[in-house]
């Protein structure tokens, strides 16, 4: 087995007396899907927080490529290498879609304290913002402004502009929340192919894409790891199938 | 596109028209358009806080002032000052305190910023105010204008109000023209973007703190060419010329004409000078003294701008342009 690319030990997260994330050790590896599933308040969302530099962890370590990250800001995180997506869609709504994957683009320059050179002569930027919007298929909305592309379409540019930062660890919090059914078919052969040659973790209540995607699955309850192992684990797992999945649905 | 045409013609009438000005008019107007021509710099350097990195600062005229104490220090007594040695310091100096102050404030965001930019401004009238540094709260004359020599030859005298007015001119162009430069740049692309959304940039990979803190350093040099010719051009300085009072006065103007819009802070500038004399030249009218109380017109015209032109006196022209439209498209409709 190959050595894990993103690691987390004991990982902690208190706020106030309430453990969101509690004790948490994880293993990540390129080529693989992980998802993270789990009730409503199981932590899943700050866990991605911990991951991506949002939020501080109070204990524990996040070990990318064996050096330990924990406490690092969110720029520095992402400019190792780690992107992530939101849940509730975080992005630049004045700005046309082109221009929100431009600037996604643009941050992997050196730096972009240049002052004289129009941004949009960097033809290289203006190429990778092309490529990850045709990734997540919106090349055709490039021009309009974000604000009015429809609510699946803003999902999709969310990946796109993760994309754009060219991340080597994917970490998408639940792309699929609140997409039409073909949107979803769609975004989960696009995550099916993000496989290679990403570490993808993902964050998901959507069982049918869980199970057809994940090569890991991680469950959370009340902040700690209920289960994690292959999927073929957790489905006979008799502990999450009581916390919750539910035994009809395992049926299928 | 053709609107951006439309606005392309627009500004070059006006420069032209700017250009043209000394030719026909007197030397009081001279005097006047160059004291808006001034101000329409410090508010555009305010504007690049405001309205396009969302940092709403009220401590803008701390780096004004400062450059117009620089340049008084630099002329002692009767002796002028070197153009081109005093008006780089003094830029210098308060780019060197905006990135004080600036490494201090910017850890703080929202109204918090407002208040904290507006705390150090102060802090910096009251050490002119309170010490006897430049005449304390009495202030300080500069008797001489800065000369332009350069090995004993000079391009032009800042002593004769038609070249002040020029040289003025000169630089609110080349100010504009920059800041048009450094927005279109990669550097202007972060700083937009940090006012739409600071936690996103962050979370691709920007560390926004630096972006925000050059920014408030550019603003500050910018604030400190205005305000050196301020200085040069009233001839004397006095704390007010730091307080609270000029940077909301100039906060005023960046709303009035319209925030995020380089041109609505020259608007803006314009606009609120041109309003005050108005204001002012009103007449008595049954015993009372109108133009004596110009402020609460002031007051009560800003009021009516803000509720009534959400996007300031610019909206205005985009308001006219729409309207001016519609009877075309009507008409073009009307064919089809």
Not at chain 1, 28 to 50: C, E, M, R, W, Y
Not at chain 1, 54 to 68: F, K, Q, Y
Not at chain 2, 51 to 62: E, F, I, Q
Not at chain 2, 73 to 91: D, G, I, K, T, V
């Given at each position: 087995?190959?050595?894990?690319v993103l690691r987390t030990?004991?990982l902690?997260k ?14 990540f ?17 700050t866990l991605a927080s911990l991951l991506s530099g949002d939020l501080a962890s109070?204990?524990g370590r996040i070990l990318l490529d064996g050096e330990d990250i924990a406490g690092l800001p969110a720029d520095r995180i992402s400019q190792r290498g780690v992107g992530r997506s939101y849940?509730?869609?975080n ?13 996604a683009?643009?941050s992997r ?52 502009m993760t994309?754009?930062t060219r991340p080597r660890i994917l970490l998408l919090d ?24 990403h570490a993808?973790i ?51 | ?198 936690q996103r940039m962050r979370s691709i990979g920007y560390r926004t703190f ?127």
């Amino acid at each position: 087995m190959a050595e894990a690319v993103l690691r987390t030990e004991r990982l902690t997260k208190n706020f106030g007396g309430l453990a969101a994330v509690n004790d948490v050790s994880l293993e990540f590896f390129t080529d693989q899907i992980h998802a993270v599933i789990g009730p409503n308040g199981a932590g899943k969302t700050t866990l991605a927080s911990l991951l991506s530099g949002d939020l501080a962890s109070t204990s524990g370590r996040i070990l990318l490529d064996g050096e330990d990250i924990a406490g690092l800001p969110a720029d520095r995180i992402s400019q190792r290498g780690v992107g992530r997506s939101y849940q509730k869609t975080n992005i630049f709504l004045p700005f046309s879609v082109f221009e929100n994957c431009r600037l996604a683009a643009q941050s992997r320059l050196p730096s972009s304290m240049r002052f004289i050179r129009p941004a949009l002569r960097y033809d290289d930027v203006s190429r990778q913002a092309q490529r990850a919007l045709a990734e997540v298929g919106l090349e055709h909305r490039a021009g309009v402004p974000a604000a009015s592309l429809s609510h699946g379409e803003q999902r999709q540019l969310e990946i796109a502009m993760t994309l754009a930062t060219r991340p080597r660890i994917l970490l998408l919090d639940e792309p699929l929340a609140g997409m039409g059914s073909d949107e979803s078919a769609r975004m989960v052969e696009l995550l099916r192919g993000l496989k290679q040659a990403h570490a993808v973790i993902l964050v998901e209540h959507d069982m049918d894409a869980v199970f057809a995607l994940a090569d890991r699955l991680t469950v959370m309850v009340n902040g700690s790891v209920l289960e994690s192992g292959f999927p073929e684990l957790i489905r006979a797992s008799a502990a999450v199938q009581e916390a919750y999945l539910g035994v009809e649905e395992l049926a299928t | 596109m053709r609107r951006a045409r439309v606005a392309t013609v627009v500004l070059l009438c006006c420069l032209l028209a700017l250009a043209l000005l000394p030719l026909f008019a007197e030397k009081y107007y001279i005097q006047l358009f160059t004291k808006m021509m001034i101000m329409a710099i410090f508010a555009m350097s305010l504007d690049l806080l405001v309205g396009y990195t969302g940092l709403v600062s009220l401590g803008h005229a701390a780096f004004f002032g400062l450059a117009g104490y620089a340049l008084a220090f630099a002329a002692p007594q009767y002796e002028a000052a070197n153009l081109w040695l005093s008006l780089p310091l003094a830029m210098a100096g308060s780019a060197l305190l905006a990135l004080v102050i600036g490494a201090l404030v910017l850890r703080t965001s929202g109204i918090y910023f407002i208040m904290v930019t507006l705390a150090f401004a102060q802090m910096v009238f009251f050490v002119f105010h309170d010490t006897k540094i430049a005449g304390g709260a009495d202030g300080i004359y500069v008797y001489a204008k800065p000369v332009a020599d350069i090995a004993g030859w000079a391009p032009f005298n800042l002593e004769n109000h038609t070249h002040f007015y020029f040289v003025v001119l000169v630089l609110l162009v080349l100010v504009y023209a920059s800041l048009r430069m450094l927005l279109a740049s990669l550097f202007g692309r972060v700083i937009v973007g940090i006012r739409v959304n600071e936690q996103r940039m962050r979370s691709i990979g920007y560390r926004t703190f630096r972006y925000k803190l050059v920014c408030f350093v550019i603003a500050g040099a910018l604030a400190g060419m205005a305000g050196y010719f301020a200085a040069a051009q009233f001839g004397f300085v006095s704390p007010d010329i730091l307080g609270w009072h000029t940077s909301g006065g100039v906060l005023m103007m960046v709303i009035l004409g319209g925030m995020g819009t380089l041109n609505g802070a020259i608007l803006g500038a314009f606009a609120m000078l041109l309003l005050e004399l108005g204001f002012q030249g009103l007449p008595v009218v049954g015993g009372v003294d109108i133009g004596k109380h110009w402020q609460l017109l002031m007051g009560g015209f800003i009021v009516f701008a803000v509720l009534l032109l959400p996007h300031g006196l610019l909206g205005l022209g985009r308001l006219a342009s729409r309207l001016l439209r519609k009877p075309a498209e009507v008409a073009e409709a009307g064919d089809g």
